[in-house]
């Protein structure tokens, strides 16, 4: 048993001597990416009864699963209407390892606009060639639709809603965007971005507005470790509106959480001490002769490492 311990605890040191041999290899060259796109356009004319759900959930980048952008979107009634709707899904992901620095870049977003025009009246319609055929069904249902979106890292929370209406005419554009970037260890940051833009007329009906926002101080573990305190129960900004009656409502709301960590090293660390060729390979800082001298520049730590930001997952539908 003891002679199995050992043999195991060498190996250990084995792997992780080879996965820091690798850390500081500059001849270690690795790049990947993903990209995984869902598109979706509707275009709907027409009289009689409709019913329309959309749900769409993803993951929050490098969060080993935790939920990250949603968007939902429901709508039924009788009647007419004259949809046209466009939406997004995006999950992309790039990491290049230099041998010396890891840079990874991620974001996960959705994107929808929809354009939608209904008008309520009962219908009666001959359904088959059966029993409905000689007993018509009548629809009778006042207009209802609502969207809602959320972005659970930042705690972020949109809503929309429309009931028991005679006419809708809405125009309605929203992106949820939950992105995150490292560069090696010194620098981490993102940003959890959320707006929706709303121009509509109500007639006679109910209309509901909501918004909340969480505290954002401890984003990164807001909504997943900590539910009971950070969750929607306590919001920083809360909005709720109400209106019953025929109205024109125009909405233009965004919310964007950025947060930006960088981690300061010690610079004599990475200096030679019995010459230079016993400086750190990937020291990105000072030259060999800058530290063979003994008196180092002052650097900017911020401008160093911000000047190696070069966006790869630029283009697509959220941007």
Same mark, same amino acid.
């Not at 995984?36 to 709907?44: G, K, M, P």
């Not at 028991?164 to 620098?187: R, S, W």
């Given at each position: 048993?003891?002679?199995?311990?050992?043999?195991?605890?060498?190996?250990?040191?084995?792997?992780?001597?080879?996965?820091?041999?690798? %850390?500081?290899?500059?001849?270690?060259?690795?790049?990947?990416?993903?990209?995984?796109?869902?598109?979706?356009?509707?275009?709907?004319?027409?009289?009689?009864?409709?019913?329309?759900?959309?749900?769409?959930?993803?993951?929050?980048?490098?969060?080993?699963?935790?939920?990250?952008?949603?968007?939902?979107?429901?709508?039924?009634?009788?009647?007419?209407?004259?949809?046209?709707?466009?939406?997004?899904?995006?999950?992309?992901?790039?990491?290049?390892?230099?041998?010396?620095?890891?840079?990874? %870049?991620?974001?996960?977003?959705?994107?929808?606009?929809?354009?939608?025009?209904?008008?309520?009246?009962?219908?009666?319609?001959?359904?088959?060639?059966?029993?409905?055929?000689?007993?018509?069904?009548?629809?009778?249902?006042?207009?209802?639709?609502?969207?809602?979106?959320?972005?659970?890292?930042?705690?972020?929370?949109?809503?929309?809603?429309?009931?028991?209406?005679?006419?809708?005419?809405?125009?309605?554009?929203?992106?949820?965007?939950?992105?995150?970037?490292?560069?090696?260890?010194?620098?981490?940051?993102?940003?959890?971005?959320?707006?929706?833009?709303?121009?509509?007329?109500?007639?006679?009906?109910?209309?509901?507005?909501?918004?909340?926002?969480?505290?954002?101080?401890?984003?990164?573990?807001?909504?997943?470790?900590?539910?009971?305190?950070?969750?929607?129960?306590?919001?920083?900004?809360?909005?709720?509106?109400?209106?019953?009656?025929?109205?024109?409502? %125009?909405?233009?709301?965004?919310?964007?959480?950025?947060?930006?960590?960088?981690?300061?090293?010690?610079?004599?660390?990475?200096?030679?001490?019995?010459?230079? %060729?016993?400086?750190?390979?990937?020291?990105?800082?000072?030259?060999?002769?800058?530290?063979?001298?003994?008196?180092?520049?002052?650097?900017?730590?911020?401008?160093?490492?911000?000047?190696?930001?070069?966006?790869?997952?630029?283009?697509?539908?959220?941007?």
């Amino acid at each position: 048993m003891r002679k199995t311990i050992i043999i195991a605890i060498l190996a250990l040191s084995f792997l992780v001597g080879m996965a820091a041999a690798a %850390e500081t290899d500059p001849d270690r060259k690795v790049t990947a990416s993903r990209n995984i796109t869902f598109d979706f356009e509707q275009s709907v004319q027409g009289s009689g009864y409709f019913m329309t759900y959309r749900y769409i959930q993803l993951d929050s980048p490098d969060s080993g699963g935790q939920k990250g952008p949603m968007y939902k979107d429901y709508a039924h009634g009788s009647g007419t209407i004259d949809n046209e709707i466009t939406i997004c899904a995006e999950d992309i992901e790039y990491y290049n390892d230099d041998g010396c620095w890891a840079e990874w %870049e991620a974001y996960s977003c959705i994107s929808a606009r929809e354009d939608n025009s209904m008008v309520y009246s009962p219908m009666t319609m001959a359904i088959g060639n059966g029993y409905y055929a000689r007993n018509p069904v009548r629809y009778d249902s006042l207009l209802k639709e609502k969207t809602c979106i959320k972005n659970y890292r930042p705690v972020t929370s949109m809503h929309h809603q429309v009931e028991y209406a005679k006419a809708v005419d809405k125009e309605i554009d929203v992106i949820v965007k939950d992105k995150q970037y490292y560069y090696g260890d010194p620098v981490y940051e993102g940003v959890g971005y959320t707006t929706m833009k709303i121009n509509e007329d109500v007639t006679d009906g109910m209309v509901h507005i909501g918004v909340l926002q969480g505290e954002p101080n401890s984003m990164n573990f807001t909504g997943y470790h900590t539910p009971e305190t950070s969750a929607w129960r306590n919001p920083m900004i809360e909005i709720d509106e109400d209106y019953v009656g025929t109205f024109h409502i %125009e909405k233009n709301m965004t919310l964007e959480v950025p947060y930006k960590d960088v981690i300061e090293e010690s610079d004599w660390l990475t200096c030679c001490i019995g010459g230079c %060729e016993d400086m750190d390979p990937c020291d990105r800082k000072y030259t060999c002769e800058e530290c063979m001298v003994g008196e180092l520049p002052e650097t900017d730590e911020s401008s160093v490492f911000d000047s190696a930001y070069e966006p790869a997952t630029n283009g697509g539908c959220c941007n």
